[in-house]
């Protein structure tokens, strides 16, 4: 099992999980290796980070810039690089870690 799938099942099962995510596509709120705790949720909204699925692909930690609703989410990096739509959505980050801080 890959830590995206362990993510997955941890939200789905006791509702929080947390796994590390790697590269700079949301600096400057997340830094590479940054330790986020995710939380299932109810309702996201624009702005939240989330861990959720785009075109069959995982998507750890980007944000959603628009809502549809008939399209579901618009996810995108920090940047302004749109992954695209989805209505699959397993948590959002309640709290990000770097170097034993929390930054977000």
């Keep these: 099992m890959n830590k995206y799938e362990r993510l997955k099942t941890e939200l789905e099962t006791v509702g929080n999980g947390k796994m590390k995510a790697f590269g700079d596509s949301m600096l400057p709120i997340l830094k590479n290796g940054s330790l986020l705790t995710f939380e299932k949720s109810d309702n996201y909204q624009i702005g939240d980070i989330v861990f ?9 930690a980007h944000k959603i810039i628009k809502t549809d609703k008939n399209k579901g989410f618009l996810i995108a990096n920090n940047h302004g690089f749109e992954n695209g739509w989805t209505k699959i959505i397993y948590g959002k980050v309640i709290q990000a870690e770097f170097k034993n801080q929390i930054i977000y």
């Design 52 to 60: 959720c699925k785009v075109k069959g692909r995982y998507i750890d």
